[in-house]
């Protein structure tokens, strides 16, 4: 292990890895900044919501008085325009509510319009809603009423927690894996096309050594990197955000049940999944840089593979293959949310099983492998 | 410039790298053409499909008959109508058949016009015109007129030929029994991408799947080390070319112009590729193909096939324009091959992530992000989804060429004060 | 044994960059490896140290299989400057090979004064120049006092303080017991270093000790140099005037001391006697006649 901390040094110290940092925490605060200047935008969206679900029921409206005209006696009829004309009124009264104090209020509005829809649509009247759609509303809305949590908006807060699941969503899709590819990259392909792995082959090492530092000081680089966006989230959210809660909602499905997960919870796991894929993403790059011996194929050979592998195994819809899927996490807020006979933990060991593979023909691979 | 443009193609094009993507290129071109070549619908399909349909019912009207032998009374009758009513569709059936066997294309239309159109009037007279259960009166209006369009210009129609198999944007509910809306939805959406291994239907086929995000990406690599390579700016081979009679911007430019030139010249390949296996396995396909542009508040017009794949092309060409200017942007400044490709793939990454946030803003359509779903954009289908028309194809190009310029401009900057700052 | 290589064969391709190359080293010294470029003196020495894999033959270094990556305690190759890292400074180098060949890290100290390049140790390698990345490489592979020393042009790019320097290092070490191969374009230098020289021509190697040449170069400061020439010429024997007017002749052409009694006898004295022996450059002219004409 007297080659790890001078592999770690060798990007510790390098430009790359100072600019790797300020862009990070330069990409945090700015996502900040933006969430703060649109937060007088977040009403002008939800009364822009509210008029066009207006809208829609005035369309409504004009359908149902026109079959009406051509037959009055329509009970059907009749009784969908009466349940339109009282979400009309209901949608007045929440364009009225936005912007005010009483959030309460307001979600048991928004319910209780949700509850009318619904009725509505069972009454075969049109909406573009789903129920799917209006059910998870419902519970989301019902779940914060109880548990005395304000809403936030989902793009735009500002409020600690919720600021955080934005830059970890943003980690977790392809976030991570380009900052790890940017970082770790080229660890190995580069010291062949600088030959500087000559100096490494002609030092009384064995040459193992090389890939196991490489591969553990990639994975402490990796823990680096996400500890200081994490840190730096924490304290630009801290000073210039807003409290809120950890505890906030979100709406997952386990078994076709809602349920609901918090949002500490979903950034645990969503950091945990990444952090696994992150692993066999190291493990193929060290792989692919001893084959090819240079960064460009590398990068390349590496990114498809994670593409081909995910849509390969997108089409496969046969629930217990999840186990064996390796590609699963890369988009992985439908593993966590989504849990429909399925688990979110399910591909973890097929990944580490995997990377402990690719490991291993790495190590085998660079007792023979040459500079040409 | 002409012989510097030469150069670099030679060192691109003998590279092995470039050589071995070429190859992963066709071969995904052609296993593509297998995949829709077997997806196809053939008349012989339908044909059979046909003739097993007449005959269950002809055996279910032939048990019905032998029932009828022993019945009396009202049983009698009902059996008889039921039989009669089974015989008028059988016959209509053999009808159907017979206009495959000939394929009268025109005729098979005219029946799925005559069929669909009273629908329109009806959903006017009640005011259903903006409606979301399938089929809509978009859906329909839209069925009916491109059938019209198919009829009038003789054009070969994509099979199988029936209502049950189109959808648009506006159809977001559907009731089918014992299937959730989202099931049946994505159940329609998936009969009605119909498949054709003919070359200018294959071409728009494999185009939808390369003029995204993707495709840019696989374009970014051929071309990655195009000026980090000669390690620009720092001890390279870009010295033999420095140490020439040549300008320092002229090297920067023709190796742009090169990657250009080269792309445009993979994409017509594609394009005389597509004619062959086209040609030689299936046929031509239709040029006049109608291809349907959504416009504001549920109307919509149709563009010919042809022109379509042409307007997706030039859109493409904008989009990889723009792709190697942040290419080339990212060279000069870290002038390292992986850098230069991940920064290029992040600034790619999020600000197509990011810019679907701000869909609704006055600016959104000045976004060059928005664009990279080339097929969507030439539709409108993105304008629809987003609900914004400002995202039209106009807008994209002036968007995708204005930026691209702009960040250009920022090389050339930044290329003449590095030049600057080394020989100070 | 200190260096034995057998019937070391090499394959690009088609083409044989060596072709069967032996080599037996048995005492320490130093050996020069000279031959024109593309010749294989970079692929040989890469093939001893295993960074390249050969076709046929076998390499033993102090009596260990090549492959063995712990003789690297014992031997040390000296390679071009690219295998340095930008980003880290010389002293990071010298104590990463201090830490893997574990010696303690007062020999960098050591190890940097003997080389000269105390001032820009800590320096970062990216903002080094030529020599001293040159300077950097040395120190590198001294630091672990090997018993066989391998070096690629480690005279490239000195200036020469530098070169007179690196030469003092060389014999120093040589005194000390150490086995040096060098292979350098610079035969001036190699002159300076040693006698031995293993001459590399389309990848076979040809050895040859220079002292085993008797041939030597006589130049004769004369007190008439027209009649000498004229009783040289009586003799038949080439022979050519410089621009000192020193007559030089070799001596496998005619035997010196009867050519010296003949001047005598016709009382031309001789006022002074320069032997020069047959320097590598003379050899490689010899010996690569072909190259150098077309």
Redesign the interface.
Known sequence: M??L??EL??IL????FLYLTIGIIV?VALLLVRNIIFQSYIQE?ER?EVDDLLD?SY?NS??H???MK?NPDDEDEKEKLLINSSLVNMLYDLRSMIGGENWENRLALKNEYLNRVIEYKEAEG???L???EINHQLALNQKLIDENIPPENE?YSIALPNFMKQIVD?FI???AI?IV??LI??IMS?EFE??????L???????THIITSKFFGSIILYMLTTAIMLASVFLIGTIFGEKGTFDYPLIMERNHEIQFMSISEYIILGITVISVTILLIISLCLLYSLLFK????T??AV??TL?AGYALTAFITWNPLAWFNPFQYLLPEEIILFQNDSVWWQGIFIILALTILFYFIARQKVK?S??? | MLKLIVFEMKKIVNSS?FR??MI?FLLFFLAYYVYVYINTERVEDEIRNLETMIQTFEQFIQEKEIALESAEGAEAANIQSEIDFQREWVAKDKATLELYEQKDWKAILQQEIDQQEPQIGQMR?????????WPTLFTVETYVEMSKWMRDKEVTPLLPINSMSWITLYD??MNVQGM???EALKDLAERSDKYSSTSIHYLHQFFGLLFSI?GA?FFL?LF??VVTKEGFGRNGSIHLLRTQPVHRDTILASKFLTVILLSTIILLGTVVLSMLTGVIFDGFGDWEYPVLIYGEDRTFTLINLGTFLIKAVGMFMMILLFCYSILFLFSVITR????A???T??VL??GT?WSG?FV?SSIAHFIPFHYFQVLDVVTNEMAVTMDNYNFSYTNGMVSLGITSLIVLIVTYGISVLQYRNSNS | MIINVEGLKKRYKKQMVLKGIDMKVDSPQIIALVGPNGSGKTTLL?CM?????FNEGQVELLEKKHTD?????EV??L??N????G??TGY?HLK??C???KLPTSKIKEVAERVGMESYLKKRVRNYSLGMKQHLLLA?VIINEPRLLLMDEPLNGLDPTSAINMRRILLELHDEGTTIMVSSHNLDEIDRLTNTIYFMKDGALLKESLEDFSTKKYLLTVSEVERAKVILEEQEVPFTVNKDYQIGFEDTVVDVQTFIDRLNENDISIQDIEIQKIGAEKRYRELFEQELSS
């Open positions: 007297k080659l901390p001078f040094k060798k110290f390098s430009k790359k990409a969206e822009q829609i369309e004009e359908m008085q026109a079959i051509d049109e909406h573009p789903t129920f799917r793009t943003l899709y392809f976030g380009i590819l940017l990259g080229e580069s600088n030959r500087s792995v000559n100096l082959f002609t030092q009384p090492l064995k040459r240079n960064t460009l194929p990068l390349f990114l498809a593409l023979t040459k500079v040409d | 790298f071995i993507l992963v007279y009640f005011n259903q015109t903006h409606t979301y259960t977001q509910d959730s809306e989202e993707f990406v690599f990655g080390d390292r091959v992986l850098a490709i991940g920064l793939l992040a990454l999020i992530r946030e609704t | 890469n140290t295993n960074l390249l894999s990556s712990s003789l690297f305690h040390s190759y390679q071009d690219r295998i340095l890292y980003s880290l990071d990463f090979i830490s893997v060949q590198m």
